[in-house]
């Protein structure tokens, strides 16, 4: 392999915020913020979804809303209608 080429390969630590779950693993993506977990510095990134909260692997069923985007604004935005 040449050198300087290829990222840093580190730990990194992923916060899924849904579930408030930690996960320590071996990454390349360049953090902006780092944070203690465990009595040491890691480089940190929050996710929105993992598999700690992503209803395949945790088997929850969650009803999303029925109602389509033109409902949903016309119901926000009705009393402004002249």
Excluded: C, W
Aim: proline content about 5%.
């Amino acid at each position: 392999m040449r050198p300087d080429i290829h990222p840093e390969y580190r730990e990194v630590l992923f916060h899924d915020t849904n579930a408030n779950a930690f996960f320590l693993i071996g990454s390349t993506i360049q953090a902006k913020q780092t944070r203690e977990y465990e009595g040491k510095v890691y480089p940190y990134v929050t996710l929105d979804i993992s598999s700690a909260s992503h209803p395949f692997y945790t088997g929850e069923v969650r009803q999303a809303s029925n109602e389509g985007r033109v409902a949903s604004f016309n119901k926000r935005f009705a009393r402004f209608k002249r």
